[in-house]
């Protein structure tokens, strides 16, 4: 995806990373690795990580992004200082700092169980600090924000309570749809939506797995990624954690690539309960967890581009309505 390459002995540096670290003010020095991404190109250097954004429906991510991380300042969530970002002639781009280590998605599978425990323990402390730092309530992403105002809709995740209604309306508008089903679904949605009128919205990352948190030696280096973080009920970070354990396979770091073993993510739930038990004591937890699991489904019922991806969203949808989900067996 990228022509990156390394100073110094290598080859030079690809063109882009060239003018962006020019308008970053910063030197082209150093020996730089490139990396792929969902939504953009990396290039991972001594001291910066360098991203390019090339997903057009997420223009304003770095912006938001870098909104996010001044919050953390002061706080003791792990976390890369932004360094900047602007949008330049080949798309928007954002500098931060390197921490020390690599992903958790490349660590895990020669990790000892051990190093693994800490490692989950230390996730806990990293996010019991991030949902006590203060954020404005109505903190989204600008590019969900106008998704939920009816505009072009580019991811599905992650949960916002308040517009689960909305999107029971926007299913009914795809021409596939099943009146019957989305019936029970608006039915169910209501009974459910009071287990949540007294939650204090929190600052929650809201895309939380095994590509988006930096560890080393056993630790959490730095949460990264902040492009989706929301103001929401704690508990919606779970959605997205118990979801990873239980199909790890879904979440790869490139489209090409393969997710975890989900039977090495088995103990996991486990200690970071351990950990951070309070994420875990809501009352109704289940109940909860299945109504963030109703938003995404609805929401892909809703937005799919391709009439089987709407199709099997309505599979998961009609299982949901029996009490039957991706939790279901997961030790939780």
Not at 47 to 58: I, K
Not at 195 to 221: E, K
Request: charged content about 25%; glycine content about 8%; aromatic content about 6%.
């Amino acid at each position: 995806m990228t022509r990156a390459a390394a100073v110094g002995d290598g080859p030079p540096l690809d063109p882009v990373l060239l003018r962006i670290l020019e308008a970053a003010g910063l030197p082209a020095t150093g020996r730089f690795v490139p990396k792929a991404g969902w939504v953009s190109t990396a290039w991972v250097g001594d001291a910066v990580v360098v991203r390019l954004n090339t997903d057009e429906r997420f223009r304003d991510a770095y912006r938001h992004e870098a909104r996010v991380v001044d919050l953390l300042a002061g706080s003791e969530v792990p976390h890369a200082r932004h360094l900047a970002h602007g949008d330049g002639p080949d798309g928007p781009w954002a500098v931060s700092e390197r921490l020390p280590g690599r992903s958790l998605y490349d660590a895990w599978p020669t990790a000892g169980l051990r190093t693994r425990r800490s490692t989950i323990e230390s996730l806990g402390s990293a996010l019991r600090a991030l949902h006590r730092v203060a954020a404005p309530a109505d903190l989204m992403p600008p590019w969900l924000t106008g998704a939920l105002s009816g505009g072009p809709w580019p991811a599905f995740h992650p949960p916002v309570v308040g517009a689960t209604l909305r999107q029971v309306e926007a299913a009914r508008r795809q021409p596939d749809h099943d009146p019957r089903l989305l019936a029970d679904v608006d039915a169910w949605v209501r009974e459910r939506l009071a287990l949540f009128a007294a939650d204090p919205p929190v600052l929650v990352h809201g895309d939380l797995h095994g590509s988006n948190l930096i560890v080393d030696r056993g630790r959490v280096t730095g949460l990264i990624d902040f492009a989706e973080a929301v103001a929401q009920p704690a508990d919606v970070e779970l959605d997205t954690i118990l979801r990873w354990c239980a199909r790890a396979r879904e979440f790869p770091p490139t489209p090409d690539a393969r997710g975890l073993d989900e039977t090495t993510l088995a103990e996991v739930p486990g200690w970071l309960h351990g950990a951070y038990p309070e994420l875990f004591e809501r009352e109704h937890l289940r109940e909860r967890l299945n109504f963030y699991d109703m938003y995404g489904e609805l929401s892909l019922a809703a937005h799919h581009p391709l009439p089987d991806g709407r199709a099997a969203a309505r599979v998961r949808v009609a299982r949901l309505l029996s009490g039957h989900n991706h939790l279901d067996g997961l030790a939780w």
